[in-house]
């Protein structure tokens, strides 16, 4: 028996409602008029709920979906194509956001005007939840190595990571030491947004930069008239930090003198501004750094030992880039795809000789040098790959042997110097390396370590390859 819609009007409604698409109609007001079983088991509400109320009656606060149907619907002249593949999200009846993909063509009386309209819609949330994870999965993975602005996976990174997690944790006075540009200001403002501060102001302040003159005026602020040109009052770097993180860097530029109202600070937890008698209260997070000897300042008298244990409750070393150049590739990485994007240059990559050449550099600038190479490459690079001439003279001239700290192996082992077990190493690496063509990354998958490890070895074995 053939079933004819037309003459029964049932069977259409029930093969409708056995749709797993949502399916409804509106009138010219956009009111709904019919509301399918699939709607009602997308988003929860019956079609007794809805029929007769505005199509927007199904936007939460951030879904905006059946709205973009009422807008249809008052146009002078709506597109009669109506409205196709259109994604949008709803709110379900029991508070989660929905997305769906919906279609909807108008209806039209005999005299060729909008009567309302008929739409289809298909949940597609599981869909779009499952690729907003897996973006933010690659995401996870391209940092997976940074800890806010702060990269590396060397193992004394992974310990500085942990003195700043467990720093950011508590309200401590935090010290940093480090040779200058291994971050620490970037450590400073990572404790920061770690911390229970992190919604309070984090500011920084360069003691060195600042005359000694000006310096206590910086910190504290002054009065009007406390000196010749204070033509009126003003805050300082502890007031403006109220509730939140200063960071002193450099702090063993500060002269002994200040050093002891900064102690008071700390001590009493208030300032007082120059040329005011009355004290006035701060909560701050104070967090210092240095990249010189603050025990042999203490030692000839330059630095308070008050204030140096004051100050040195919990430090935290950064160390130079020479002593952890396995992040190197990880750091020429991240700086090429950040000045990539900021410059707008398609540069992806770099050569094999150009990088090697950076593991071979000993970097005194540590990581801010590491990050002008970069961005020196990126003036000169003709192409997506930055190669050994787009270096800065100083690195693409250096050598295997220059700038090595005493006590580090400089001159590579010789197959007659080495243990038996080195021997029994450095024929396996040989004969991956003879396996694989002299392809040293296929070389490292093979022996199951990383190409960085299998590069240092060459070298200390001194494999021509």
Known sequence: ??????????????????????VFTVDSRGRFVAWSAGAERITGYTAAEVIGQPCEILEGPNCKGFGKLSELLATPNPPPQGICNQECKLAARDGREL????NVRLLHDENGQVSGAVGTFTDVTQFILANQKIAL??????????????????????????????????DVTVFLSGESGTGKELAARAIHARS?????????????????????SELFGHVKGAFTGAIRDKI?????????????????????????????????REIRRVGDDRPMQVDVRLITATNRDLKQLVQTGDFRED???????????????????DDIPLLVD??????????????TGIARDALERMMDYDWPGNVRELRNAVEHAFVTVNGDTISLLDLPPDVRRSQPS????????????????????????????????????????????????????????????????
């Open 1 to 22: 028996m053939e079933l004819d819609f037309r003459k029964d009007p049932t069977i259409l409604s029930t093969v409708v409602d056995t749709m797993a698409d949502g």
């Open 99 to 102: 997305y769906i993909l919906g």
């Open 137 to 170: 999965l690659e995401q996870q993975a391209r940092g997976r190595f940074a800890f806010e602005q702060l990269v590396g996976k060397s193992r004394i990174m992974e310990e500085v990571f942990h003195r700043i997690h467990l720093a950011a944790e508590s």
């Open 196 to 216: 229970p501060r992190k919604d309070g102001p984090f500011i920084a302040v360069n003691c060195s930069a600042i005359p000694e003159t000006l310096l206590e």
């Open 236 to 268: 300082g770097m502890f007031q403006a930090a109220d509730k939140g993180t200063l960071f002193l860097d450099e702090i063993g530029d500060v002269s002994p003198l200040l050093q002891l109202k900064l102690l008071r600070v700390i001590q009493e």
């Open 307 to 325: 204030f140096y244990y004051r100050i040195h409750v919990f430090e935290i070393p950064l160390p130079p880039l020479r002593e952890r150049r």
């Open 334 to 347: 991240h700086f090429i795809r950040d000045l990539a994007a900021t410059l707008n240059k398609p540069v």
């Open 402 to 465: 220059a700038g090595r700290r005493p006590g580090r192996t400089t001159v590579a082992a010789t197959p007659a110097t080495l243990t038996p077990e080195q021997q029994q190493e450095r024929e396996r690496i040989v004969a991956a390396l003879e396996q694989t063509g002299g392809n040293r990354t296929a070389a490292a998958r093979l022996l199951e370590t990383s190409r960085v490890t299998l590069w240092k070895k060459i070298r200390k074995y001194a494999i021509e390859a």
